[in-house]
DNA sequence: ACAGCCATGTAACTCGTTACATGATTAC
DNA sequence: GTAATCATGTAACGAGTTACATGGCTGT
């Protein structure tokens, strides 16, 4: 594996840094910073975890060529167990921790973007009978029941570790987050039912 | 333009229905049926008004070559203006109607996406220092208002055309949807900031 | 022995972006 | 006359997807 025929325009990338990574590498990266030495299958696991709620599921595929272009900027370290191509498992260097640093503390934030089909579908209430949009939304409620079931899951498994200064204080924020997000949807969304239904 | 080269595997496209076309394509053939006859200049500044908020902002090139495939499809007509190349204005054909309305109506809506890159750096938050983290979230909070406000001055720009039946109604009650989530994304950042505080 | 999960990858493709190029019209 | 805005596109590329291929390991 890993031609890297890549043509790489000029700089020997001196020290590693000023690259300019898609954000999903930065976020592996950070996966591994709670949980070193995975392999991409369980990184992948990890990610349709909890990185999905407000990041991404990346595929299988994704993950793995990703990994490979840490592994080959040295960022992170592959271990390959056994002789056989069998399990990999991905160490964070000492470089990729700089990295990940530095994109913590140098690099503007994004703001966020959402890709709401609900509400898209909302906008062209027009086009069809009221059954319809109110059915939309209905079924957009239940959508979010379900979602939200899940990231408490997460979060709960996250108790007894997320203490001011613990390992897990940081997701388990964000995961109160998330449910804080999913309960403004809910509530919103049966605003606009009922306003719906006073015509 | 429209080098109409491609293979197209099959399927002689019968009566114009089962396509498949990404959501922004019919996201913009929704923004016709509330504006018909734009040029694709105007259509981008109509996105940039109101689809940013909750789907995307598409470059302007992306528009032009969606209209030219919505063009070949004969989803949207063509009409250019004088000799020149100057100024092409597109319609909604009878088509094109029939295919959003067989979209909103037949096809299973995705759970809403977000990238959100604010969550994802807290969730990395062990890595730095705690006055980088409450910096982050402070940040956000300003460019959450200022987006606030851009939404604002949208849904204002609607008022006496969104009573219930009118031609904005919709579009008006998405515009209170984005308010409501900026005003719950507000409230839950500013409760984090307190829990960070506390230590 | 077979099913199901663990594990890793390649190939082809699509959506969408940035950078670039061009020119017409309007306002000052 | 010249700057800003209107208007339309092409080319190259990158991120991410689906489909496909392969094989080892574990439990029954």
Do not use: C
């Amino acid at each position: 594996m890993s031609q890297e025929q890549e043509p790489v325009p000029a700089s020997p990338q001196p020290a590693g840094e000023q690259v300019g990574l898609p954000v999903t590498s930065y976020a592996l990266l950070g996966l591994l910073t709670l949980g070193d030495g995975l392999t991409g299958y369980e990184l992948k696991q990890r990610a349709d975890r909890t990185l999905r709620f407000y990041w991404v599921a990346p595929a299988m595929s994704q993950v793995y060529s990703e990994l490979n272009r840490l592994s080959g900027l040295g960022l992170v370290d592959a271990q390959r167990a056994g002789s056989s191509r069998r399990s990999t498992r991905y160490l964070l260097t000492a470089a990729g921790r700089a990295v990940l640093h530095e994109w913590m503390t140098s690099t503007p934030v994004e703001f966020p973007t959402l890709k709401h089909p609900v509400a898209l579908r909302l906008l062209m209430g027009h086009l069809v009978d009221p059954e319809t949009t109110t059915q939309l939304l209905e079924d957009y409620l239940v959508a979010l029941a379900e979602r939200r079931a899940e990231l408490q899951a997460v979060r709960d498994t996250l108790r007894g570790r997320d203490a001011p200064g613990e390992r897990y204080r940081h997701p388990s924020l964000v995961a109160e987050w998330g449910l804080g997000y999913f309960e403004s949807e809910r509530a919103i969304v049966e605003e606009l039912l009922e306003r719906l239904d006073e015509r």
